[in-house]
């Protein structure tokens, strides 16, 4: 009997602190801002920036890389129009 009792009031204890536990209220919008707009403030100062030197360097890599891409596909186009052109009989005959 003394040992059922006793895991009885375990078991209420238990539910007690439970329930204390669900209750907890989470912060208000307000306070959720600020601490999220905080952690993004932290996260920024990880952030390793380029220098100059380097955004320039990779600036001019990506306007080559775009002119040699476009030299490809007008090429490509041009070579194609023409093949389509003797396909189809509409080329002019050399």
């Known amino acids: 009997m003394a040992e059922e009792?006793?895991?009885d009031v375990k078991k209420a204890e238990a539910k007690k602190t439970a329930k204390k536990?669900?209750?907890k209220k989470k912060p208000n919008v307000f306070q959720r801002l600020w601490?999220?707009?905080?952690?993004?403030?932290?996260?920024?100062k990880k952030?390793?920036?380029?220098?100059v030197?380097?955004?320039?360097?990779?600036?001019?890599i990506v306007?080559?890389?775009?002119?040699?891409m476009g030299l490809f596909i007008f090429g490509l186009?041009?070579?194609l129009y023409?093949?389509?052109?003797?396909?189809?009989g509409t080329g002019s005959a050399a």
């Open 53 to 60: 030197s380097q955004t320039t360097k990779n600036f001019g």
């Open 82 to 88: 023409a093949l389509l052109g003797l396909v189809m």
């Open 63 to 68: 306007i080559a890389v775009i002119v040699v």
């Open 77 to 79: 186009d041009t070579g």
């Open 35 to 44: 601490k999220y707009l905080l952690a993004c403030k932290g996260e920024l």
């Open 21 to 23: 536990d669900v209750k």
């Open 47 to 51: 952030i390793t920036w380029p220098t």
């Open 5 to 7: 009792k006793k895991a």
